[in-house]
């Protein structure tokens, strides 16, 4: 379970009712300093166990850092760190060992392992796994915005429930972060009642919903990223799509712009106080797989998960034969939620790799 970018290269490891999960990167600037206070409420907006519309599975998600990192400075070495497992209920998962969850990774994994692999809570592929992202995506925050970055993200819809979305063309520091500082990440308080409503809804039912998270970066150079397969978009997406549950990705008005013709779809220039501003800004802050300038505005669609209490067809993988599976246990009725700190994150590391690489190739064509 690796990323591995043009400078930064991060390997996730352990897995979700193992003694403990972690990771190892490599790449990170030395001399950058970490707030680890500031790491740790960023860690807690996604650890388990918070609010009712997450898993009652509990865990500190505290980071003991084994190297790379001196008195909140990191050094040149890999920085390696492990987060303690302490609340897992292996018990819970033991009738599924030979029974799929109809939607979940349990089959193709089981499949591709022959068996082998350890998929008590969703092993490697549970989301669990994004705990280490966010403290890897948590330092990253720090470090872009030092360089005048900033990254925000909040829920833009459950159900039919929809939030106020970022406006494209520009996006205040407060707007971008008003979400972080709730207990229900979004910026119409009264969108999030009714979200909360239908996810109180499908739980008392023993069910589950899925929904959107919409993330967002500003103060980003023009020109990170390149055409085709190095592409900012491909990468951002690539990334994304490691996030458990993520089905679906678009960059500003995404998937509406098919429907419309190239004279409402394309994002006019004009000069504003003197300077170059691209209005509308319908691509997303993308041209040609380059930042415009504009903001970087990304949607992403979550399914819901597939561990709910209702009875489902499954097949027992070792005799072969039709079984009625029910899920107990303790899962989230919405991801939704918890999942928005995990794009911040992702979308920082991507940004981060970007931005040193670029710095590399700038240091180096100085030298030429």
């Given at each position: 379970m690796r990323f591995k970018g043009e400078n930064l290269d991060f390997e996730v490891l352990g897995a979700s009712h193992a003694s403990s999960i972690g990771g190892e990167a490599r790449g990170l600037p030395a001399g950058e300093t970490v707030d680890l206070a500031e790491l740790q409420a960023f860690l807690l907006?996604?650890?388990?166990?918070?609010?009712?519309?997450?898993?009652?599975?509990?865990?500190?998600?505290?980071?003991?850092?084994?190297?790379?990192?001196?008195?909140?400075?990191?050094?040149?070495?890999?920085?390696?760190?492990e987060i303690r497992n302490t609340n897992q209920r292996s018990e819970d998962y033991e009738k599924l060992e030979f029974l799929p969850r109809p939607g979940h990774a349990d089959y193709t994994a089981y499949m591709k392992s022959a068996g082998k692999e350890d998929l008590r809570g969703g092993g490697r592929y549970s989301g669990r796994m994004t705990a280490p992202i966010c403290v890897?995506?948590?330092?990253?925050?720090?470090?872009?915005r030092r360089g005048g970055i900033?990254?925000?993200a909040h829920i833009l819809?459950?159900?039919?429930?929809?939030?106020?979305?970022?406006?494209?063309?520009?996006?205040?520091?407060?707007?971008?972060?008003?979400?972080?500082?709730?207990?229900f990440p979004v910026l119409d308080d009264r969108a999030g009642e009714r979200m909360q409503g239908a996810i109180r809804s499908v739980a008392a039912n023993g069910d589950s919903i899925g929904g959107q998270v919409e993330v967002a970066a500003t103060g980003l150079p023009i020109g990170l990223g390149g055409p085709l397969f190095e592409g900012l978009d491909g990468k951002l997406a690539q990334a994304f799509f490691a996030i458990p549950a993520l089905k679906g990705v678009e960059f500003g008005e995404g998937f509406s712009l098919c429907k419309q013709r190239g004279s409402q779809a394309n994002d006019p220039f004009a000069i504003e106080n003197g300077e170059l501003k691209i209005k509308n800004n319908r691509s997303g802050g993308i041209l040609g797989g380059m930042s415009?300038?504009?903001?970087?505005?990304?949607?992403?669609?979550?399914?819901?998960?597939?561990?709910?209490?209702?009875?489902?067809?499954?097949?027992?993988?070792?005799?072969?034969?039709?079984?009625?599976?029910?899920?107990?246990?303790?899962?989230?009725?919405?991801?939704?939620?918890?999942?928005?700190?995990?794009?911040?994150?992702?979308?920082?590391?991507?940004l981060l790799d970007g931005l040193l690489a670029a710095e590399r190739l700038q240091n180096k064509e100085n030298r030429v």
């Open positions: 907006r996604r650890a388990p166990g918070r609010g009712e519309w997450a898993t009652k599975r509990r865990e500190a998600d505290e980071p003991l850092f084994l190297s790379g990192l001196r008195d909140g400075v990191l050094t040149c070495e890999a920085l390696r760190f890897l995506g948590g330092i990253a925050l720090q470090i872009l900033e990254i925000g819809s459950v159900a039919q429930a929809r939030d106020a979305e970022f406006p494209l063309e520009a996006i205040s520091p407060e707007e971008l972060h008003s979400a972080a500082k709730k207990a415009s300038g504009a903001p970087l505005v990304v949607r992403l669609a979550f399914k819901p998960t597939p561990s709910i209490a209702h009875e489902q067809q499954s097949v027992d993988l070792k005799t072969m034969e039709e079984r009625v599976l029910r899920v107990g246990g303790r899962h989230d009725p919405c991801i939704v939620p918890r999942a928005v700190p995990v794009c911040e994150a992702m979308m920082a590391i991507v």
